[in-house]
């Protein structure tokens, strides 16, 4: 499974390869990166279907993930990644707006990593 994940937060990067380090090696995941909604969409012009998931950041400089997620929703929809959305404020204006523009899923900061694995269905074995 290849997934995206889109957050200006350096060390984003190193928190998922930290978290997923079994999986990775067993081949059940694949990330990429992205530090801005700019940066995502050029990866997603250039792997198109490679991304089954895609996890995005709200809070951003430049485009925001909810502009990010409404470009995917209207461009990427044969067949359309499955976006989940990441915050550090849960607050239900975001949310809303997150489900109406077609989020598929909505996760708080601090990631809770089980849960996550547990949404996408990746068996959270020690």
Do not use: C, W
Not at 38 to 51: D, G, P, Q, V, W
Not at 66 to 74: A, G, P, V, Y
Not at 98 to 114: E, N, S, V
């Amino acid at each position: 499974m290849k997934i995206l994940v889109v957050d200006d937060e350096p060390d984003m990067q190193t928190l998922f390869q930290q978290r997923f380090r079994k999986e990775i090696k067993e081949h059940k995941v694949d990330f990429a990166f992205a530090i801005s909604g700019e940066e995502a969409l050029s990866y997603l012009n250039k792997h198109e279907h490679e991304a089954v998931l895609i996890l995005s950041d709200i809070n951003m400089p430049g485009m925001s993930g909810l502009e990010l997620l409404q470009h995917i929703k209207e461009k990427y929809a044969v067949p359309p990644p499955v976006v989940m959305m990441i915050t550090a404020y849960g607050d239900s204006e975001n949310y809303n707006q997150a489900m109406r523009l077609g989020a598929d899923d909505f996760l708080t900061k601090p990631i809770d990593f089980a849960v996550l694995k547990e949404k996408l269905k990746i068996e959270n074995n020690a």
